[in-house]
C-alpha cells in the first residue's frame, strides 16, 4: 500500500502563489506517476497536472496552464505543484495522487490507484 501527504496549503491573496508537496510512503520501491486533482465546493474533481514515473513527460489541465507548473524532487516519489498568479477560481481542496506504471499518456491520468487526504488552498480577492 502507498500512503501519500500533501502540505504546503493556505491562505493567500489572488495574485499570490504557493508550492504544494507530496511524498509517498509505505511501498515506494517502485517509482509511480504521480498528479495533482483538485475539488472546489459542488463541482466535480478536476485535473490539474500530472508527471510521468520519468519525469519527462507533463500534462497540465486546461484551467492551468501557465501558471502552474509540476515536477519531481529529488527524493523518489516526490511531486510539488508550483502555483503562481492564483485567482479565487482556484480555491479548491488539491489532492496528490499516484499510479502504478509509466504515465506517459494523458488518459493513464483518468484513474489514479493511491490518493492522499488533501491540502486546502483558499485564494482571497
Known amino acids: 500500500q502507498v500512503q501519500l501527504v500533501e502540505s504546503g496549503g493556505g491562505l493567500v491573496q489572488a495574485g499570490g502563489s504557493l508550492r504544494l508537496s507530496c511524498a509517498a510512503s509505505g511501498r515506494t520501491s517502485s517509482s509511480y506517476a504521480m498528479g495533482w486533482f483538485r475539488q472546489a465546493p459542488g463541482k466535480v474533481r478536476e485535473f490539474v497536472a500530472a508527471?510521468?514515473?520519468?519525469?519527462?513527460?507533463?500534462y497540465n489541465g486546461d484551467g492551468v496552464k501557465g501558471r502552474f507548473t509540476v515536477s519531481r524532487g529529488n527524493a523518489k516519489n516526490t511531486v510539488y505543484l508550483q502555483m503562481n498568479s492564483l485567482n479565487a477560481e482556484d480555491t479548491a481542496m488539491y489532492y496528490c495522487?499516484?499510479?502504478?506504471?509509466?504515465?506517459?499518456?494523458?488518459?493513464?491520468?483518468?484513474?489514479?490507484?493511491?490518493w492522499g487526504k488533501g491540502t486546502l488552498v483558499t485564494v482571497s480577492s
Open positions: 495522487a499516484a499510479k502504478d506504471g509509466l504515465g506517459t499518456r494523458r488518459v493513464d491520468y483518468y484513474t489514479m490507484d493511491y
Open positions: 508527471i510521468s514515473r520519468s519525469g519527462r513527460e507533463i
